[in-house]
């Protein structure tokens, strides 16, 4: 039996940082607003959602990957914005992605990520 949908909760201290990041920055849209959390889609079936917690913790080992066949328009678009990267778009041989990353408010891990790999387009379609 397949699944309707994936969602992803992530926990965050600043819940208003994260929804001007993901609303206005990502322009991700707003799917469900609950209050103490947020949910966006982030693809067809695909969202990522934010609820506050003063104590989450930090959110190391965590990577958030975007999929865009796109990522030097993203990096342009996104540095235009002010936002900073960590690491601007390079290939990666090894795992055959090209690839960026940045860093949301909350401090979660974002890749944009093509796969190079004729096999994703392939296992995806």
Same mark, same amino acid.
């Given at each position: 039996?397949?699944?309707?949908?994936?969602?992803?909760?992530?926990?965050?201290?600043?819940?208003?940082?994260?929804?001007?990041?993901?609303?206005?920055?990502?322009?991700?849209?707003?799917?469900?607003?609950?209050?103490?959390? #947020?949910?966006?889609?982030?693809?067809?079936?695909?969202?990522?959602?934010?609820? #506050? #917690?003063?104590?989450?913790?930090?959110?190391?080992? *965590? *990577?958030?990957?975007?999929?865009?066949?796109?990522?030097?328009?993203?990096?342009?678009?996104?540095?235009a914005r002010?936002?900073?990267?960590?690491?601007?778009?390079?290939? @990666?041989?090894?795992?055959q992605i090209?690839?960026?990353?940045?860093?949301?408010?909350?401090?979660?891990? *974002?890749?944009?990520? #093509?796969?190079?790999?004729?096999?994703?387009?392939? @296992?995806?379609?």
């Open positions: 039996m397949p699944f309707d949908a994936q969602v992803t909760f992530c926990y965050c201290p600043d819940l208003d940082a994260s929804a001007t990041f993901y609303e206005q920055t990502l322009g991700l849209p707003l799917v469900l607003d609950q209050g103490s959390c #947020r949910i966006y889609r982030a693809a067809t079936a695909a969202y990522l959602a934010f609820c #506050r #917690r003063e104590s989450a913790p930090k959110p190391e080992g *965590i *990577i958030l990957t975007l999929v865009s066949e796109d990522v030097d328009g993203w990096y342009s678009h996104l540095s002010g936002v900073e990267f960590e690491t601007p778009p390079k290939l @990666n041989p090894d795992f090209y690839h960026c990353f940045l860093r949301d408010p909350n401090g979660y891990l *974002i890749e944009i990520q #093509r796969f190079n790999d004729p096999a994703w387009k392939q @296992n995806t379609q």
